[in-house]
């Protein structure tokens, strides 16, 4: 089976634009989560989605978003972006059920850089 | 609120020497799970471990043993006869069960480095 991908694997935006990031789980599984990684804060929940629908939400204010299609790809976008947004961006995704309270299985990141 | 504590930001063993990484965790909630995971230099997370909260049992897996006490809010972590492999950065993390709260929170990691 193939793992988590994620794409891009890095990018480079200024203060201000917007970023959409892209997540394919693997195959079967249903729930996607996202995490936030920064030297500073560490690693960080962002969100998770299950069936389409946003199932938990960590502590991020609302320029953080995503979805989730019928495929199970999920998408986050994060919106007016601050310097303070460039990060590592994990996906992660589970089979169904469990989410972040089960096993969790990792893409390689999406490294963004803001400038 | 949920919070986990790795003290040990940076450890150095010589290879073959047995290495404990430490983890407490506060959480107001009697149901929860604990998760270790590791991240190699590659950079992608890889799970090794989950323990629910009532599940105080150790467990082996190889070289790599657990260690969870309630009474202490502790989830520590032994690797035996460390190898160079094992050097890499380690996560403990703590989920709690309440629908709509099961977010994972990660402790600030273990940077372990194994040395020849």
């Known amino acids: 089976k193939a793992g988590v991908t994620q794409t891009p694997r890095y990018l480079i935006k200024t203060r201000g634009q917007q970023v959409t990031l892209s997540c394919s789980p693997i195959?079967?599984?249903?729930?996607v989560s996202w995490y936030q990684q920064t030297p500073g804060q560490g690693l960080q929940f962002l969100f998770e989605?299950?069936?389409?629908?946003?199932?938990n939400k960590g502590n991020f204010p609302g320029r953080f978003s995503g979805r989730q299609f019928s495929n199970s790809r999920s998408e986050m976008n994060v919106s007016t972006l601050e310097l303070g947004d460039s990060a590592l961006y994990l996906c992660?995704?589970?089979?169904?059920?469990?989410?972040?309270?089960?096993?969790?299985?990792f893409g390689p990141g999406t490294r963004l850089t803001v400038l | 609120a949920q919070k986990v504590t790795q003290a040990q930001t940076e450890i150095s063993v010589v290879e073959k020497e047995d290495v404990t990484l430490d983890c407490v965790y506060e959480?107001?909630?009697?149901?929860?799970?604990l998760f270790w995971y590791k991240q190699p230099p590659s950079g992608e997370l890889v799970f090794l471990i989950r323990?629910?909260?009532?599940?105080?049992q150790n467990e082996i897996s190889g070289r790599y043993s657990w260690n969870f006490q309630k009474s202490t809010s502790s989830f520590n972590f032994t690797i035996t006869a460390s190898q160079v492999v094992d050097s890499a950065v380690y996560f403990c993390?703590?989920?709690?069960?309440?629908?709509?709260?099961?977010?994972?929170?990660f402790g600030t990691g273990t940077r372990l480095t194994i040395i020849p």
């Open positions: 992660a995704s589970s089979p169904e059920g469990s989410g972040p309270t089960g096993e969790q299985f």
């Open positions: 195959s079967g599984h249903r729930s």
């Open positions: 989605y299950f069936s389409e629908t946003q199932r």
């Open positions: 959480t107001r909630d009697t149901t929860y799970y």
């Open positions: 323990r629910n909260s009532f599940d105080e």
């Open positions: 993390a703590l989920s709690e069960a309440r629908r709509g709260n099961e977010k994972l929170t």
